[in-house]
């Protein structure tokens, strides 16, 4: 049973440029939520999709954005860069949308310049 | 908005202490309360959860305490050892439709020798 992978692992951008992170879910989730992570914070929750469809979302711009594919993998699509947007990007996985048990994969640090 | 407020932020506990760290919370629609373990340059993981209708859960040297009316719930870990230095932070999950996690600020636990 794979775990949750994410790609890229680290990732530097300039201020208005676009960023698109990926994250495969591990085998058997259908649910997957993405966070971000400032540091020395907790996660922050951004949104989660199920079956493809977004079933929630938290206090972020629409220039976030996401997707799932069929496979119940997903991205995360940031627009318009902001030196704020500098954060660990985690993706967490889970069997169902009870979320109950998250599996969380090891993140994408984006920096911003 | 914060949530879920956690301390102590940081925590040093010699070998075979006990660490306690502590959250409270202010939303009654948090249905499921667990605490993730994270290790540098991973995501976290899941350690132990509760359910508003049990008063404590204990996993091997790990024991949560919750206090519904106090609306309070703590993690103590008994017998600590060096392997248990990670940051921890406690959640508390939303019973609506997302059933999103709202994650504490962390507390980075060390344990000398």
């Known amino acids: 049973e794979t775990g949750v992978t994410q790609s890229p692992t680290h990732l530097i951008k300039t201020r208005g440029q676009q960023v698109t992170l990926r994250c495969s879910s591990q085998?058997?989730?259908?649910?997957v939520s993405w966070y971000q992570q400032a540091l020395g914070q907790g996660p922050q929750f951004i949104f989660q999709?199920?079956?493809?469809?977004?079933?929630g979302r938290g206090n972020f711009p629409p220039r976030f954005s996401g997707l799932q594919f069929p496979n119940y993998s997903s991205e995360l699509n940031v627009n318009a860069l902001e030196l704020d947007d500098s954060a660990l990007y985690l993706c967490?996985?889970?069997?169902?949308?009870?979320?109950?048990?998250?599996?969380f994969g090891s993140g994408t640090q984006l920096s911003v310049l | 908005q914060q949530q879920v407020k956690q301390s102590p932020q940081s925590l040093i506990v010699q070998k075979g202490g006990i660490s306690i760290i502590n959250c409270a919370y202010e939303?009654?629609?948090?249905?499921?309360f667990p605490w993730y373990q994270q290790f540098p340059g991973k995501g976290p993981a899941l350690l132990i959860a509760?359910?508003?209708?049990?008063s404590e859960k204990k996993e091997g040297r790990f024991t949560i305490s919750f206090n519904k009316s106090a609306k309070q719930f703590s993690l103590h870990i008994m017998d600590s050892q060096p392997g248990d230095s990670a940051t921890y932070f406690c959640?508390?999950?939303?019973?609506?439709?997302?059933?999103?996690?709202?994650f504490g600020s962390g507390t980075q636990l060390t344990v000398l020798p």
């Open positions: 967490a996985s889970s069997r169902d949308r009870a979320n109950e048990k998250l599996f």
């Open positions: 085998s058997g989730h259908n649910t």
């Open positions: 939303n009654t629609a948090f249905d499921y």
């Open positions: 509760i359910r508003p209708d049990v």
């Open positions: 959640a508390a999950r939303d019973s609506g439709s997302a059933r999103q996690l709202t």
């Open positions: 999709y199920y079956r493809e469809e977004e079933n």
